[in-house]
């Protein structure tokens, strides 16, 4: 496990070994071998490869995040191999891919900027979990901790905000056996990381008919008229506590549901916080959506699926729609709908408000205090849905 902080210079996110290379606009890429060079078997990973395939990792992911905080190029020359050796580079198709994404990275962050978010700086830890080989082929499972500074942050408005990701690289060695990194999936349910530009899974599960309460959408424009809390029973810092304190760390009293085919550990991850703020069980038939409850052992379909949460949330009225998502408050839930299908696929809770944007901490990707404004700005086309709890 390695720590950068980032310094405002991309680095170069191609690792050198001792074989010579030639440079492309700005990308190293493998020398052109001649045909009779004498061919490797099917190379072994020990552990410095590993170390190389974890430390271009680290790159890779550092150089996104980086984008979000200069959106400048940086010196694309600068070896990374501070005592690695072995040849473990970007293909060239990769190193075009990482390319377009920096650009569209940078882009996002004027977006966002615009929107009134910058972030003065940031680091990437990057932890390489498990290698598979199979022949010429090395798929690397790696786990993503990013932190974000936010710039300029007043008054009690959250410092940070940050994000764990799951991802798998895939590497495949040339007749020599050195490694070119061919492949970056991420591997998470959610797809909601702020360096991402994957597309956010859109859940697939049972939808409302006729007798089921269809949620009101939220607009996503500035500054609203306020909607303050009024008396209630529940404890929302509470909520809010319980949320920040196993966004990283499941709670293992409840079961994990991330990459799982059911649609991700969001809405479980939020009807958690919710308990623990005071929401009691209504215990009854799992497919039930008037019922709500889970623990260890059983969940009701409500407890842990996006849409039966938000139809027990409406019918049960323990919550009611808010018009706008600047006016949800802390411990209040916020839903999102990507495809705008009418199917919602995303459940977060809020843990935090300054200034009159809250912040939202949710999992699948695990992220701690993310602002409503980043997610309207990424996502300008997704439907949203507000409740106040």
């Not at 996110?13 to 492309?24: D, E, Q």
């Not at 075009?96 to 962050?109: N, V």
């Not at 919550?319 to 459940?347: C, I, W």
Request: glycine content about 6%; charged content about 20%; aromatic content about 10%.
């Amino acid at each position: 496990m390695k720590s950068r902080k980032l310094s405002g210079t991309r680095r170069r996110v191609t690792i050198l070994g001792a074989a010579a290379t030639s440079v492309v606009a700005g990308v190293a890429l493998l020398p052109n071998w001649s045909a009779g060079a004498a061919v490797v078997d099917d190379p072994t990973v020990d552990a410095r490869t590993k170390a190389t395939f974890q430390r271009l990792a680290d790159a890779v992911f550092t150089d996104r995040t980086d984008a979000l905080v200069t959106g400048a190029q940086g010196d694309r020359d600068k070896p990374l191999t501070n005592g690695f050796s072995g040849d473990v580079k970007l293909s060239s198709t990769t190193a075009r891919t990482e390319d377009a994404t920096l650009s569209s990275l940078g882009q996002r962050k004027d977006k966002l900027a615009k929107a009134g978010e910058k972030y003065s700086k940031a680091s990437t830890t990057v932890t390489l979990n498990a290698t598979r080989v199979t022949g010429r082929t090395a798929k690397a499972a790696v786990t993503e901790i990013t932190t974000l500074t936010y710039a300029r942050a007043r008054g009690n408005a959250p410092k940070t905000t940050g994000f764990q990701a799951t991802h798998e690289l895939t590497f495949k060695a040339d007749r020599q056996g050195n490694w070119q990194l061919t492949t970056i999936k991420d591997t998470d349910q959610g797809g909601l990381a702020v360096n991402t530009l994957s597309k956010p899974v859109s859940v697939k599960t049972a939808k409302a008919d006729d007798t089921m309460p269809n949620a009101q959408r939220a607009a996503t424009t500035w500054n609203p008229p306020a909607v303050p809390k009024t008396g209630t029973a529940y404890d929302y810092k509470a909520m809010a506590a319980y949320a920040e304190k196993y966004v990283y760390t499941y709670n293992k009293d409840y079961p994990d549901f991330n990459n799982h085919t059911a649609g991700g550990d969001c809405t479980n991850f939020v009807s958690q916080s919710l308990k623990a703020g005071g929401w009691k069980h209504v215990p009854g038939y799992v497919y039930d959506y008037t019922k709500w409850f889970g623990n260890a052992d059983i969940q009701s379909d409500s407890f842990v699926g996006v849409n039966e949460w938000s139809w027990f949330a409406q019918n049960s009225k323990r919550t009611t729609p808010l018009a706008n998502v600047y006016q949800l408050e802390v411990g209040d839930v916020l839903q999102m709908d990507f495809d705008r299908d009418g199917s919602k696929d995303h459940t977060m809770i809020v843990t935090a408000k300054s200034n009159g944007v809250p912040y939202v901490t949710y999992h699948s990707n695990n992220t701690l205090r993310r602002s409503v404004s980043s997610l309207v700005s990424s996502y300008p086309t997704a439907y949203f849905y507000a409740y106040r709890t």
